[in-house]
């Protein structure tokens, strides 16, 4: 295998010294399985072996290597090899020296394997995905695409990937086999299939990115040439021939071109971006489009032959319509922003009415209950067309999703998607509930947890011996009262304070502040006529008297507009309303899980302009719809707040893998009592008999 590496490929092989182990064996004792593939490869030092394929032997001695003899695919030893006398080997393990080629550029260019870039080369060029790249110029791309690729070695039983892990590789079987099985909500396995030589997975996760459906298990002996999603997005940024010349599927390639969103997660792709059906632009633009054709002949004519009085009527036809043609340039854009979005999480509606007004609700994909598809009328089922409604726990306002296209299509995605998160839930706390078992058998990892708990705890120290100066101090206090902020983080940022934004609470302010400030400049200009008149003193008193009941209600309305104000928890969302002087408190709280329906509004121009609106969700108890109104950056807050939901799921995921970890470590203990019970009573009878 090494036999013709120069100088500088024995520096390369002094890599694998750390990794080779010398070993002895008893005579009688099996190095090799004819049935099983080798996984590593044997240098006999001292000693006799025998070698039988079927029933056929050989004797082999000093010198001998069993095992891999090369990184070439199935370019092996299938015998079943036994020590027939003491035996002394140095042994290499093949998963490490896999791992040194693919790390060696000039291993990979002197070894024969499958990462060798002209064999690589010729078997990319057999898969569907590079099918294009056949000629000259695609060749070139795809010794740009043998630098990415990498190679893996997986033992029997051992996971590629488990269902509910994030995509983001594909694969490519060239020895041994992949079993493929899914589990379903019920958390119960079916075997689906199997990946063997030649056959190849991951394009959805190359390409786009999702989720795993199923878990896939080498079984026996596998290996696989992989490509990342990051890498492989650098290189297509850089080489756009390569980009073009990709035979990506068509469903993928849908996935593709979907439009990405700003408030998408981390572990969050769109599986659909559906704007409605085009007949509800058409009738909403029908009647002004049927006004405006029989106002441009005659305002046309008018133009032409008329003079005068006719020319004034055509200017006067002309205003209205050009009129409509704004009103159905609106419906155009009113129709083009609207988009119904499934996600791997979620489903949204986002309706936008062009720059003055933003709508947003959405709801997690593991509170649909039900989905109610209809398609009204002749028309509807002949173009294809119909409304859906998301069902959830919330007792006020469903997701209604009207005027899609292809509703059935659409109701079969969000089904699936509900049905994939349900099963990643079960496999998650599964997941958890085995990493759990594990630290609780191996101490040592629970105390290496443990510490950088504390390390991550002493971290977050902040030095605070900083202070303002007594007058900065008095003039924040003074700025913050009446301009107060729109979002304030205590606690270290786990509890997050949102007030109403103040700008429209001057406008909600404004029947005591105008009589306030009228009150104030007219008083003091007549002041100024009494300055020095016995009657002055009698003037000001009343002024003064008047003035404090004038600012007495605008401190009302300022006291009452800034004491309310919205708390988010890591568990809970609670909405406090106060009057001022204490003469009423109300207090809304519900837990983050309870959360079914959650959006958010712009409701004007002005409040896009300065980015302020309402944000609003639903629960599923009796209190209904909540609204925190007049919010700053209420696209923010809603992001916000449905990532701490997220977040408390996933908690609450873990909390439960906890419990049932309790559970069972109860089972198997009171188990074991029991088992030790019955052999302590066992034990007397035996000795006797």
Known sequence: MFRDLDEEGERELLRLVPFVDARTYAAGEQLFSQGRAPDRTILVLQGHVESRVDDRKARRAEGAVLGRQSLRVDDLERATVTATTALETLELPFRDLVRAYQKSDYLRERLEGPLKPDVLVEQLKQMSLFSRLTDRLGELELYHVTQITHEQILSNGEWLWRQGEIADRWIFVIEGRLRLTISDQEGMAHEVGELGPGSWAGETGLLVGDFHDVTATADGFARVIYLLRSELSALLRERTYLERRLNVSTAVERRRRTRDFSWLRDDEWVIVAAQRHWTRFFRQAAAPAVILLLLLPAVITLLIIGEGALMLLAVVLAIPALALVGGIIWQYINWRDDYFVVTTQRVVHLERAGPFSTHQEETQLDNIVDIYEVQPGIVANLLNYGNLVLQSAGETVNIDMSYVPDPARLRELISQQVERTRARDVLKTRGQIRELLGRRLDPSDARAGQRA???????????????????????????????????????????????????????????????????????????????????????????????????????WFVEDWRNDYFQLTPSHIILVQRLPLLLRESRHEARLDRIQNLGFAVPSIIAR?????????????????????????????????????????????????????????????????????????????????
């Open 453 to 555: 708990e504390e390390e991550q705890g002493d971290s977050d120290e902040i030095d605070s011996d900083r202070s303002p100066s007594p007058l900065r101090a008095m003039f924040t206090s003074v700025w913050e009262y009446v301009f107060p902020p729109a979002r304030i983080e205590v606690d270290g940022g786990t509890t997050i304070i949102w007030k109403r934004y103040w700008l429209p609470g001057v406008s909600r302010s404004l029947p005591a502040l105008i009589p306030f400030v009228l009150l104030t400049v007219g008083g003091i200009l007549f002041l100024r006529q009494w300055l020095g008149e016995t009657s002055f003193l009698g003037w000001l008193v009343g002024w003064l008297f008047i003035e404090a009941i004038a600012l007495g209600a605008l401190l």
């Open 609 to 689: 302009v300065f980015d302020f609106g309402h944000v609003s969700f639903e629960t599923a108890g009796t209190e209904g719809k909540f609204e925190l109104q007049w919010v700053r950056h209420p696209e923010r807050v809603q992001k916000t707040i449905s990532n701490r939901q997220y977040e408390y799921r996933q908690r609450q995921i873990t909390a439960e893998a906890n419990r049932r970890q309790q559970e069972l470590l109860g089972w198997f203990t009171t188990y074991d009592e029991l088992q030790r019970g019955r052999d302590t009573a066992e034990a007397p009878s035996s000795y006797l008999s």
